[in-house]
């Protein structure tokens, strides 16, 4: 903002400014200079702030909604041979839901405190697909990271 001359550099000012209210979780925006924040553009970033699609002109602006950084409420470790489990009502082939423990880039390192076991639904196990998603059912990227998932399986 310095360079391109948004930048007020007697009072050592920038004409917009982003901060976050921490009672109401969310995105304040200071605007001077009559500055206006543009959120009708199709990829900005109005969803991860809170705010809807408008340009807000207003010196004050608080968003709308809260802000939308960590969208992930569960982790679901998932396998395609059981049955039983359930999420949110829906019957789903979810082995273990955890919230990870680490900030976004660091290693998830996590084990179940208690196990628990589901019926399989095949006699005989020739191959199963294990994978993890978010709560909302959509695939986890974990950009190439090597995952280890072991698995407990006993006879009754």
């Not at 000012?13 to 109401?24: D, I, L, M, R």
């Amino acid at each position: 903002m310095k360079i391109n001359g948004h930048y007020d550099s007697q009072n050592d000012k920038y004409y917009v400014s982003v901060t976050a209210n921490s009672s109401t979780l969310k995105t304040v925006f200071t605007l001077d200079n009559n500055y206006q924040v543009d959120f009708t553009l199709y990829n900005s970033m109005r969803h991860l702030f809170g705010f809807n699609s408008a340009i807000y002109t207003a010196r004050y602006q608080e968003s709308e909604a809260v802000v939308n950084i960590v969208n992930i409420n569960s982790i679901l470790v998932n396998i395609d041979i059981i049955t039983g489990s359930y999420v949110n009502g829906r019957m789903q082939p979810v082995i273990y839901a955890f919230f990870p423990k680490v900030s976004p880039g660091y290693k998830i390192v996590e084990k179940p405190p208690h196990l628990k076991y589901l019926p399989v639904t095949l006699n005989t196990i020739t191959n199963l697909r294990t994978y993890t998603t978010y709560q909302d059912g959509n695939l986890l990227n974990l950009r190439g990271e090597v995952v280890t998932i072991r698995l407990d399986i006993e006879e009754k």
